[in-house]
């Protein structure tokens, strides 16, 4: 499992973003450090931040995820100061949205190098979301062609496909070898693929939005059925 | 018969650079206020002070290690952006000096070039920028080309202390393009940048330890 580095201006900002994408994850935490604050008050400390990616160097790799400006310096300054030589990335995703992503992929198994895409990639949700055009679509690089196995089910769960089931389905996804796809049909967004969980939230599904779950490999059929189970149960969120 | 700065001067300019910083600290806050978020004095006090107690416990034998303790003692005492650009800065220095107990015009020179050379490479800066390289930059230039000119190495820092006052007073009609204060666009014209006036600081007591310190 890959660690995680939390640098941050604010030790309240980087404990509260680092509990809020720890809702999401439902079974084994990935190991997170914070460095944040600076000599007893608002700062970044590049000591500190190698002490914390030190403190990580039986992990498969770290990602780094920064707030404002100086803590990419100290961070990058960190790198060539610490003691331990596993690798690590300094991630230009937004501090809070990223945090989300790796926490959830880091809690998947998923790769340094696919987290640190996921990471870099998370404000696509948000910002197909605020688009005022209809059938605004992100992450579609698959190659199109007859999935192993289909289903379409209507969202029941109040929220719709929300960060916490948005995470869980990752994870369910996760579990098989079969590559599945989700998409909005009601909305017209995606597919997107359902390893990614900022690509999920950029579906932007509501209750009672329709998605469609594809699935291409050995397994695709028990794959699309893990899914459906959880849409039909409404992610846990029905009682 | 080169001139050298000894150890000792080095360990002078340090000394010196605390006090001085020390001294000006309400002006660099009051600075930092205007632009950024009013602590530069307090965090450069705290790290100056850090330095002159690493010094004083005697525990670097050369220039090197001298250095690189500096280094590593500004980044995890001063905090934030100015620690790890000043941080960085000594680091440079002491991975690009000799592992002796002084050095020499040309070891000076090399050493000064490769700090500012690591503080443009980490923050990303520019003359023009609104950033201690304004002052630090046109220093270490003027020095190269002094000392290439044939002239002494006291006479040359002093030229170099000289021109880091005038890039530090040319950072105030400009526009930040680096750091916090660069959020605030137009607003943070009309003020000196704060890191700009601490590294002037850092020159002139350079000169000032060159011009008492060295062994001919």
Same mark, same amino acid.
């Given at each position: 499992?890959?660690?995680?580095?939390?640098?941050?201006?604010?030790?309240?900002?980087?404990?509260?973003?680092?509990?809020?994408?720890?809702?999401?994850?439902?079974?084994?935490?990935?190991?997170?450090? =914070?460095?944040? &604050?600076?000599?007893?008050?608002?700062? %970044?400390? !590049?000591?500190?931040? +190698?002490? *914390?990616?030190?403190? /990580? @160097?039986?992990?498969?790799?770290?990602?780094?995820?920064?707030?404002?400006?100086?803590?990419?310096?100290?961070?990058?300054?960190?790198?060539?100061?610490?003691?331990?030589?596993?690798?690590?990335? =300094?991630?230009? &995703?937004?501090?809070?949205?990223?945090? %989300?992503? !790796?926490?959830?992929? +880091?809690? *998947?198994?998923?790769? /340094? @190098?696919?987290?640190?895409?996921?990471?870099?990639?998370?404000?696509?949700?948000?910002?197909?979301?605020?688009?005022?055009?209809?059938?605004?679509?992100?992450?579609?690089?698959?190659?199109?062609?007859?999935?192993?196995?289909?289903?379409?089910?209507?969202?029941?769960?109040?929220?719709?496909?929300?960060?916490?089931?948005?995470? /869980?389905?990752?994870?369910?996804?996760?579990?098989?070898?079969?590559?599945?796809?989700?998409?909005?049909?009601?909305?017209?967004?995606?597919?997107?693929?359902?390893?990614?969980?900022?690509?999920?939230?950029?579906?932007?599904?509501?209750?009672?939005?329709?998605?469609?779950?594809?699935?291409?490999?050995?397994?695709?059929?028990?794959?699309?059925?893990?899914?459906?189970?959880?849409?039909?149960?409404?992610?846990?969120?029905?009682? | 018969?080169?001139?050298?700065?000894?150890?000792?001067?080095?360990?002078?300019?340090?000394?010196?650079?605390?006090?001085?910083?020390?001294?000006?600290?309400?002006?660099?806050?009051?600075?930092?206020?205007?632009?950024?978020?009013?602590?530069?004095?307090?965090?450069?006090?705290?790290?100056?002070?850090?330095?002159?107690?690493?010094?004083?416990?005697?525990?670097?034998?050369?220039?090197?290690?001298?250095?690189?303790?500096?280094?590593?003692?500004?980044?995890?005492?001063?905090?934030?952006?100015?620690?790890?650009?000043?941080?960085?800065?000594?680091?440079?220095?002491?991975?690009?000096?000799?592992?002796?107990?002084?050095?020499?015009?040309?070891?000076?020179?090399?050493?000064?070039?490769?700090?500012?050379?690591?503080?443009?490479?980490?923050?990303?800066?520019?003359?023009?920028?609104?950033?201690?390289?304004?002052?630090?930059?046109?220093?270490?230039?003027?020095?190269?080309?002094?000392?290439?000119?044939?002239?002494?190495?006291?006479?040359?820092?002093?030229?170099?202390?000289?021109?880091?006052?005038?890039?530090?007073?040319?950072?105030?009609?400009?526009?930040?393009?680096?750091?916090?204060?660069?959020?605030?666009?137009?607003?943070?014209?009309?003020?000196?940048?704060?890191?700009?006036?601490?590294?002037?600081?850092?020159?002139?007591?350079?000169?000032?330890?060159?011009?008492?310190?060295?062994?001919?």
């Amino acid at each position: 499992m890959i660690g995680i580095v939390l640098v941050s201006h604010s030790e309240a900002l980087a404990n509260a973003a680092m509990d809020l994408a720890l809702q999401m994850v439902h079974g084994t935490q990935p190991p997170i450090r =914070i460095a944040a &604050g600076a000599a007893g008050g608002f700062g %970044t400390d !590049a000591t500190a931040i +190698a002490s *914390a990616i030190d403190d /990580l @160097a039986t992990t498969d790799g770290v990602l780094v995820i920064t707030d404002l400006g100086s803590a990419i310096l100290s961070a990058s300054l960190a790198l060539e100061i610490r003691a331990s030589t596993h690798q690590v990335v =300094i991630s230009d &995703g937004p501090f809070v949205e990223a945090t %989300t992503a !790796a926490v959830v992929g +880091a809690a *998947a198994g998923s790769s /340094l @190098a696919d987290i640190t895409a996921e990471a870099s990639n998370a404000l696509s949700a948000k910002k197909t979301q605020t688009l005022t055009a209809p059938h605004a679509s992100v992450g579609n690089d698959t190659a199109p062609g007859s999935p192993a196995a289909s289903a379409e089910e209507r969202l029941i769960n109040p929220m719709g496909l929300h960060a916490r089931p948005a995470s /869980l389905l990752v994870q369910t996804a996760g579990e098989f070898s079969a590559d599945v796809e989700l998409t909005n049909t009601t909305a017209g967004r995606g597919p997107v693929n359902a390893s990614s969980v900022i690509g999920l939230l950029s579906l932007a599904a509501s209750r009672n939005d329709r998605i469609r779950i594809d699935a291409n490999g050995p397994d695709a059929s028990q794959a699309v059925n893990a899914v459906k189970q959880l849409v039909l149960q409404g992610f846990g969120e029905l009682s | 018969m080169p001139e050298t700065l000894t150890i000792d001067a080095i360990q002078q300019w340090l000394n010196r650079f605390a006090s001085e910083i020390t001294t000006q600290a309400d002006w660099l806050t009051e600075l930092d206020s205007a632009i950024g978020d009013a602590d530069h004095g307090t965090n450069m006090v705290r790290g100056t002070a850090a330095v002159v107690a690493k010094l004083d416990d005697g525990s670097t034998s050369t220039v090197q290690e001298l250095l690189k303790a500096v280094g590593m003692t500004l980044v995890s005492t001063v905090g934030g952006a100015s620690g790890s650009l000043y941080g960085t800065f000594f680091l440079e220095m002491g991975r690009n000096s000799p592992s002796s107990v002084q050095l020499d015009a040309s070891e000076l020179e090399n050493a000064l070039r490769a700090g500012v050379n690591g503080v443009i490479a980490r923050g990303h800066a520019a003359v023009g920028d609104k950033t201690m390289i304004d002052a630090l930059e046109p220093a270490v230039t003027v020095l190269s080309r002094s000392l290439a000119d044939g002239r002494q190495l006291h006479g040359s820092i002093a030229a170099a202390a000289a021109a880091a006052t005038t890039g530090r007073d040319s950072t105030e009609p400009l526009v930040a393009r680096k750091g916090r204060a660069s959020y605030l666009g137009d607003r943070s014209a009309g003020h000196i940048d704060p890191g700009a006036a601490s590294a002037t600081i850092l020159v002139a007591a350079l000169a000032a330890s060159v011009g008492e310190g060295i062994a001919r």
